[in-house]
C-alpha cells in the first residue's frame, strides 16, 4: 500500500513535468530554435564547452544561455563574458532542472532572437536525464578523469542523449581511462549515440563538433515549425 502511493506521486510529478516540456516545445518549434540541453556530472565542463562553442560560433549563430545551478551566478557570469545572453536558474536544491524552471526563465530571454539555446543543467549525472525540458535533444560530457566504467554505472544518461562529448582528453596520460571502451560501453547502451572525443583547454576535437552542431541549426530551420 505504502508502495503504490509513492509510485503514484513520482509518476504525477514526470506527467506534470512533461505536460511543461510539451509546452516548452511548441514555443521553441514556433521559433524554429534549436534547444540542447547539456548534461553532466560536476566539473565535467559543460560551461567550458558552451564558452569554447559560443566564441567560434558567435560569428554566425545568435546563441543564448539558461544556466542550471543549486546556488550562485557564477557560471551565468562566465558566459555573459563572451557577450551572449544569458540567464540563470537558481534550484535552491533541487539536482536538476524542471520544465517549469525553464517555461520561468524564459521570460527573461528574447528567444525569437536566437538561433541555438544551450540550457546547461544542475551537475549531476542521474537525475537531469529523467526531466524532459522541451529541448531537441540532449548532450551530455563525460570527462576523462571520471573513469571508462561511468556507462556500466550511470547507464541512463548514455541513454536519454543523442551526444556524447568525451571531453579532457589532454589528461589522458594521467588518468586510466580506456576511450575505445567508453565509446564501446556507451554505444552498447545507445547505438545512436554521436560521440565527440574533445579537451576544452587545447581546443582539439572541438572543430568536429563546431561543424555538426552548425548542420543541427540548420536542420532545425529546414525542419520550420513542426515539433
Ligand atoms: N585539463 C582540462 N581541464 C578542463 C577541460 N575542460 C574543463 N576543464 C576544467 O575543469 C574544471 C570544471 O570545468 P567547468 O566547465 O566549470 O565544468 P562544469 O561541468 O560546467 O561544472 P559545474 O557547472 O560545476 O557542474 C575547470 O577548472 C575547467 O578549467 C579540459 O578539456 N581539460
Ligand atoms: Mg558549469
Known sequence: MGNSVKISVVKNIL??????????????????????????????????L???????????????????????????????QTGAPVVQINTGGACHLDSNMIQEAL????????????IENVG???????????????????SVAEGDDKPLKYPLMFHESTVLLINKI?????CDC????IEERALKINPRLNIFRVSCRTGEGLD???DWLKQQIRQRKKKGSES
Open 50 to 80: 558552451l564558452e569554447r562553442t559560443i566564441r567560434s560560433l558567435k560569428d554566425e549563430w545568435r546563441i543564448g544561455v539558461v544556466e542550471g545551478d543549486i546556488q550562485s551566478t557564477y557560471d551565468a557570469e562566465r558566459i555573459s
Open 15 to 48: 506527467e506534470a513535468n512533461q505536460r511543461i516540456a510539451e509546452e516548452n516545445r511548441r514555443r521553441f518549434a514556433e521559433k524554429q530554435l534549436l534547444v540542447i540541453n547539456l548534461m553532466s556530472s560536476p566539473g565535467a565542463g559543460k560551461t567550458s
Open 208 to 210: 568536429r563538433w563546431g
Open 107 to 118: 521570460r527573461n530571454l528574447e528567444i525569437e532572437r536566437l538561433d541555438l539555446l544551450f
Open 124 to 142: 549531476n549525472l542521474v537525475c537531469p536525464a529523467e526531466f524532459n525540458l522541451g529541448e531537441d535533444f540532449k548532450a551530455m560530457i563525460l
Open 170 to 174: 589532454d589528461l589522458l596520460p594521467f
Open 178 to 181: 580506456n576511450l575505445d571502451l
